[in-house]
């Protein structure tokens, strides 16, 4: 539902029976444009607790619907049309309006003078709020049509509500856009920016854009840019940042709510990382917003030795962690606080050392219910920015050149609108140790053909033989190139006003956050036994404790993989 949102130039939305439900009574399904739509919505009933003149409830149940992550309200009956907010509420978040009221219900029906009266509140309402692009649907209350049956009217023959609301928005809703959300949150914005920067570029400088180290187009004025960042568990390898646990010990919490704090705190970070590097024209690796995490590989063998990276061996699990670290680094404001990207895509979970050759043969059902099952989950619930292709083939096909997984998958099948990058290194496997092509600029060729849009790598500087030579077309290297571009101005790269601005330095490592560490670190923890009752430890017996290995004096051992470095180490021998 979520991919469905992001259309732009709704026209159509019917509520019908379908087959989903097997034609039972009462089970209908949303169609827009005819495409069927699931929704996961909410009643917004007439009670005081939701739309009442008591605006702190009132915002306590629009904070409600958020949390659900509700993607469809049907309000009903009461006054909530009067209130301008919960319709800017609404549009803000994308959450689209069926407005269901119940118009002239107090009164027996009188044939014309009650669709007259019918007709008039409709249209009254109708013209306060046609421009909110949230309201998809108008109807009218199945009690209309009771008082019709008290009165004599058969309702099924005279249809008196459902003429009298047609006329009214016939007559006053025309030409309204029916966009779910706003432009912003739809992406539509965006998308006109990258189009409008793209096609003043050259051939060349396109190509030049699809390589991880973007150079910089000055006459467009557009600066260079390093897409690679680092952020599984904190700002990484760009000096002192908060180093949160590890995704394997934030699992063990079974909170995605503190996830997404911890998430939402590390986006902090980054925005602060990134306002001061740009201060100093600091363009390079690791001090851009673009985030290759989280890693939502299933843990199935300890001895791939990167299980630390993933939030286990549960897909379902694994997809809502996932989900909510999403949502906390990239935000939900008009502007993408920081991108996050879901890795690798897919059947990744070693062995490390035959990754650039290894062909994971897996049969259809495990596919789908454990190695694709979180992707699928985060695309559909948490809009990541990009996904990243991995370094192994998938039943015979390279996962960065591969028809099935990238076209089929997850551009068709789950309607995937952001970018594909590869594993640094991928596409040159597809060449050197897959040999599903005869030379480099073969594999350049094929990967960017099938939908690999950027190459974290030196495969892409390939690409102008290939384009000499007709192995691609200018139409690739401009799809490619917009959907990059797109990502770089929902993160406000190229507003004037730059969004997030005003974060400063402080907020690196700072008290707030060294204390949200403490509480994801000590939620961690997982007691597995405690053999006769033996923990805790009594201090009047016990006097000392003997803190045995090599870790134990250890930093590294602190820090785990793809991490930045903590102001303050304290290891378990200090502890």
Known sequence: ???????VGIRTVELRRTDITDGKDGEFCFYINNVPVMCKGTNWVPLDAFHSRDKGRYKEALEMVKDIECNIIRCWGGNVYEEKEFFDFCDENGIMVWQDFAMACNAYPQSQEFLEKIYNEASEIIKLHRNHPSIVLWSGDNECDTNLSVAGINPADNKVTRVALKNAVVDNDVGRPYLPSSPYMSGEVFEKKAKELVSQMTAEEKMSQLLYTSPAIERLGINEYNWWNEASHGIARAGV???????????????????????????????????KSIEFGDRDIYKGLTYWAPNINIFRDPRWGRGQETYGEDPCLSAMMGASFIKGLQGDGKYRKADATLKHYAVHSGPEAMRHSFDAQVNQKDLYETYLWAFKYCIDNADPSAVMGAYNRVNGEACCASKTLMQE????DWQFKGYYVSDCGAIRDIWEFHKFAPTMKDAAAVSLKTGCNLNCGESYKYLIDAYEEDLITDEDITEAAEYLYTIRAALGEFEENRPYSDIGYEKLDSDENKALNLKASEETMVLLKNENNFLPLNKSEFKKVAVVGPNSMSHLALEGNYFGHASEYVTLADG
């Open 241 to 275: 940042a908060t180093v949160f646990p590890h995704a394997i010990g934030m699992a063990a919490t079974f909170d995605k709510n503190l996830v997404n704090t911890v998430a939402d705190a590390i986006s902090t970070e980054a925005r602060a990382k990134y306002n």
């Open 409 to 412: 998958i997850l551009r068709k």
């Open 1 to 7: 539902v979520s991919q469905e949102r992001l259309n």
